[in-house]
């Protein structure tokens, strides 16, 4: 059985907060995970409520009365951004629990999109609620160390969305990733307002998967689909908020190289980016011009996904093309140069060195697809993600 990494925090968040917003992409397990912890973790009876169904939804014609029934129980709403009066609402209602000594553990919000969510929600729940990203599996779900069983390019090739990684072979996970594209396209994000032509967001997503891992050029893309950048902006914002695509800021201190500016973006599932490239089988990809930027937008995601809020990530590139693919930046100024290489012998130009020192860099790592941990030149190190990803916990672990 896969172990969710981010249980710990959904229960610490519910003993501490009244509101908990759980975000994340559908088919992710939101709710899989929701009910487990409630029924086997939490030991508090709860209540589960699915706004998608209209028999659900029904019982919110005089929502205040409806939900005030339910004290001492935690309430489990689903799809919550389809009622956005809602928020104001569950504020009277946590704010009377907490006089009556009801101090946490009142709500537990899930939902599919963020703009609109954490929108209504910051307005009306100020103070009152927190946020946790559960994202598709990471490597460090799917590895089992007693077993030595590291899956890393099974996880790469479809991805960490449950049901496509969980499948029984890679037919099978192929035609979920089809059929989850096209269900998002034509029901999902039409559901949630943006009312635009299924086959016209599936061509710009389709195209969005080839400046993976590259500065995107609105125009370019506007040109194709044979509308304004504008809109092609607005494409993005939707993508972005439905958690199917993330954008890394460029670095932006001091230094007297001109850089940069534009984000880099990546189709942050590499099992969706795969199928929208037309990559069906591992002997494909490892073949594919995109082979390199779907390693790179792979281990990135696998590494922010990690990231408490202390930290900030961007990468770096200047006149001179002197590049950092993954900075971060966390506490006590530190300040690691990552490079991403999917060779098994990686080797690291001067122009990668150059920058870590413009920027001041404090370590410098290369994360390749090996597991061995060697020293390059001047004071690099070669890692796999599996023991970076620990070095990264326990060094905000010493912070905290």
């Known amino acids: 059985m896969i172990k969710r990494i981010l ?28 009910t487990s912890l409630a029924a ?12 998608e169904l209209d028999s659900h939804l ?13 004290d001492n129980k935690l309430l489990i709403i689903d799809e919550v951004q389809r009622k956005p009066d809602l928020f104001p609402i569950l504020r009277s209602i946590v704010d009377m629990r907490k006089r009556a000594g009801e101090k946490a553990g009142h709500f537990l919000l899930l939902g599919s999109a963020s703009r609109d969510l954490l929108q209504h929600s910051s307005e009306s729940l100020a103070g009152r609620i927190r946020y946790l990203e559960l ?11 007693e077993t030595l069983d590291y899956p890393l390019e099974k996880l790469w090739l479809r991805g960490g969305f449950p049901e496509s990684y969980l499948a029984t072979d890679n037919n099978e996970s192929w035609r979920w990733r089809s059929d989850f594209i096209s269900t998002y396209v034509e029901r999902d994000i039409p559901l949630m307002g943006p009312q635009i032509s299924p086959t016209r967001m599936r061509r710009f997503w389709s195209m969005l998967a080839h400046y993976h891992g590259q500065q995107i050029h ?4 506007g040109k194709s689909l044979e509308t304004s950048h504008t ?11 439905f958690y199917m695509v993330r954008l890394i800021p460029a670095w932006s201190g001091n230094t007297k190289k001109r850089l940069t500016k534009m984000p880099k973006v990546y189709i942050r599932d590499s099992g969706i980016l795969h199928r929208l490239l037309n990559i069906s089988s591992f002997d494909d990809l490892l073949g594919h011009s995109s082979c390199g930027a779907s390693f790179e937008g792979y281990i990135i995601e696998n590494i922010l996904r990690h990231l408490n809020d202390k930290w900030h990530y961007s990468y770096y590139r200047n006149s001179d093309h002197q590049e950092i693919d993954l900075i971060l930046e966390g506490p006590n100024q530190s300040k690691w140069a990552i490079e991403i ?8 130009n001067k122009g990668f060195h150059d920058a870590s020192d413009a920027i001041g860099a404090t370590k410098k790592f290369v994360l390749y697809s090996g597991t061995e941990r060697f020293p390059l030149s001047n004071q690099t190190e070669a890692l796999g993600i599996l023991e970076f990803l620990e070095i ?9």
Do not use: M, W
């Open 58 to 70: 029904a019982r919110f014609d005089d929502t205040e009365s409806y939900l005030r029934q339910f």
């Open 218 to 221: 609105f125009s370019e893309i």
């Open 231 to 241: 809109t092609v902006k607005n494409y993005l914002d939707i993508l972005i908020d």
């Open 40 to 51: 086997h973790v939490l030991h508090k009876e709860s209540v589960y409520l699915d706004l």
């Open 341 to 348: 290489k999917r060779s098994s012998s990686p080797k690291i």
């Open 392 to 400: 990264l916990e326990n060094f905000s672990s010493c912070e905290k």
């Open 135 to 145: 994202a598709p599996f990471s490597i460090k779900e799917v590895s089992n160390p």
């Open 7 to 34: 249980e710990s925090d959904i229960v610490q968040a519910l003993s501490t907060v009244p509101v908990l917003a759980l975000l994340g992409p559908r088919q992710v397990g939101k709710t899989t995970l929701a």
